[in-house]
């Protein structure tokens, strides 16, 4: 089975704090995605990356940066916390050439 | 653009009954078109995936969907509903030329199953 895992199920931070997220996949999968979860909103996605060092942009970029320095972690970084960025973070991973997504179990992120 | 719309935010079924949760897309080309299901405090789950040939997609848990191109819809069905159904729904699309990044997720459908 495709696992991904996220390094924390929640999280509370203060506005302006650097708040890192971490996933890993234990697949070997070329695609990773990082995408916030809103009510009424559906997913939306933050960053792509398809490979180690590479990455695209989504929809919603602004106030996030993204690291793949290696193939099985993609790490999502808030520079400078703030309220707006309460949400729920979910990590996907993918094969290059497939079509499904394999998810993490998500991180519920505060910014007080 | 693409774009998917799931209409109703809520779909309530008694158990045993059959579930429809629906599903409308647009896309510029041929759509691949998925379901996925998140349950409480999880992260989604993949169910069904449309990529080509039969328009009668069938899936995990007893779940599937068919492809209607005339109606532009993929929607989610299930002859005989559990409660243990009682989820969130999300149908997403994309053109079937596009990078794996530009697939578009739906608001979802939240499915409660009553015993």
């Known amino acids: 089975d495709v696992k991904v895992t996220q390094s924390s199920r929640y999280l509370v931070k203060r506005t302006g704090e650097k708040v890192f997220l971490e996933c890993v996949q234990d697949?070997?999968?070329?695609?990773m995605f990082w995408y916030r979860q809103d009510p009424g909103l559906g997913l939306r996605l933050i960053y792509f990356?398809?490979?180690?060092?590479?990455?695209e942009k989504g929809d919603i970029p602004e106030g996030y940066s993204v690291s793949r320095e290696k193939k099985e972690r993609f790490s999502l970084i808030l520079e400078s916390a703030s309220t707006n960025q309460t949400s729920m973070y979910l990590c996907?991973?993918?094969?290059?050439?497939?079509?499904?997504?394999?998810f993490g179990p998500g991180t519920r992120l505060t910014v007080t | 653009a693409q774009s998917v719309a799931q209409p109703e935010d809520q779909v309530n079924v008694a158990e045993g009954n059959p579930l429809t949760v629906k599903c409308t897309y647009s896309?510029?080309?041929?759509?691949?078109l998925f379901w996925y299901v998140q349950y409480p405090n999880r992260g989604l789950q993949f169910l069904l995936k449309?990529?080509?040939?039969?328009?009668l997609v069938k899936g995990s848990y007893g779940f599937e969907a068919e492809f209607n191109k005339s109606q532009t819809s993929f929607h989610l069905k299930k002859p005989s509903a559990l409660v243990s159904d009682s989820a969130l729904y999300f149908c997403?699309?994309?053109?079937?030329?596009?990078?794996?990044?530009?697939?578009?997720f739906g608001s979802g459908t939240r499915l409660s199953i009553r015993p």
């Open positions: 896309v510029s080309g041929n759509p691949y």
């Open positions: 997403a699309v994309r053109d079937r030329y596009s990078s794996a990044s530009k697939i578009i």
């Open positions: 990356s398809y490979d180690v060092k590479m990455k």
């Open positions: 449309y990529i080509t040939g039969d328009n």
């Open positions: 996907a991973s993918s094969r290059q050439h497939a079509y499904e997504q394999y």
């Open positions: 697949m070997d999968h070329e695609n």
